[in-house]
């Protein structure tokens, strides 16, 4: 994690087809006040080759991918937008926010990816009022045994 994101919490291990899969991400839910102002759930996706390296990323794409986090993490602030996880490995590596408005996202996201090379992402969203999709992750990784 860059300290750009200010995301404290845990990263959890967990495996897929025997690869590992980091998760980061703090184990509780918001105040209902501050999930109340983002009833969108965005993912934000890398996919990558990560045949050759346990399912994780090579040098490249990560330093790729670091460079894309710092941006998110400067587009995350509260009323606006609340970063709920990330997760890499796999060949895949995400980052999951909350946020109020999705066109002002992907706006505030490509005005400050201007001037970066273009990146392979998929964007998709989801309406989630109730913040059920981040509820099931706290509550699955909380029984998972492997704490990175």
Same mark, same amino acid.
């Given at each position: 994690?860059? /300290? &750009?994101?200010? /995301?404290?919490?845990?990263?959890?291990?967990?495996?897929?087809?025997?690869?590992?899969?980091?998760?980061?991400?703090?184990? *509780?839910?918001?105040?209902?006040? *501050?999930?109340?102002?983002?009833p969108w759930? $965005?993912?934000?996706?890398? $996919?990558?080759?990560?045949?050759?390296?346990?399912?994780?990323?090579? !040098?490249k794409?990560n &330093?790729?991918?670091? #460079?894309?986090?710092?941006?998110?993490?400067?587009?995350? #602030?509260?009323?606006?937008?609340?970063?709920?996880?990330?997760?890499?490995?796999?060949?895949?590596? *995400?980052?999951?926010?909350?946020? $109020?408005?999705?066109?002002?996202?992907?706006?505030?996201l490509? *005005?400050?990816? &201007? !001037?970066h090379?273009? =990146?392979?992402?998929?964007?998709?969203? =989801?309406?989630?009022?109730?913040?059920?999709?981040?509820?099931?992750?706290?509550?699955?990784? !909380?029984? !998972?045994?492997?704490?990175?």
């Amino acid at each position: 994690m860059t /300290t &750009a994101v200010k /995301t404290s919490g845990q990263i959890v291990r967990t495996l897929k087809d025997g690869l590992p899969i980091l998760w980061t991400y703090v184990p *509780e839910m918001p105040s209902e006040v *501050e999930r109340s102002f983002a009833p969108w759930l $965005a993912v934000v996706s890398w $996919a990558y080759d990560g045949s050759g390296n346990n399912g994780m990323p090579d !040098s490249k794409d990560n &330093a790729g991918m670091q #460079r894309l986090e710092v941006v998110l993490g400067e587009i995350a #602030r509260p009323a606006f937008c609340f970063e709920a996880y990330r997760r890499v490995g796999h060949g895949l590596r *995400e980052f999951v926010f909350y946020v $109020a408005d999705r066109d002002q996202f992907l706006a505030e996201l490509n *005005e400050h990816l &201007a !001037s970066h090379p273009r =990146y392979p992402l998929d964007i998709k969203f =989801y309406e989630d009022e109730s913040w059920s999709d981040f509820q099931r992750l706290i509550d699955d990784l !909380s029984e !998972s045994p492997q704490r990175a």
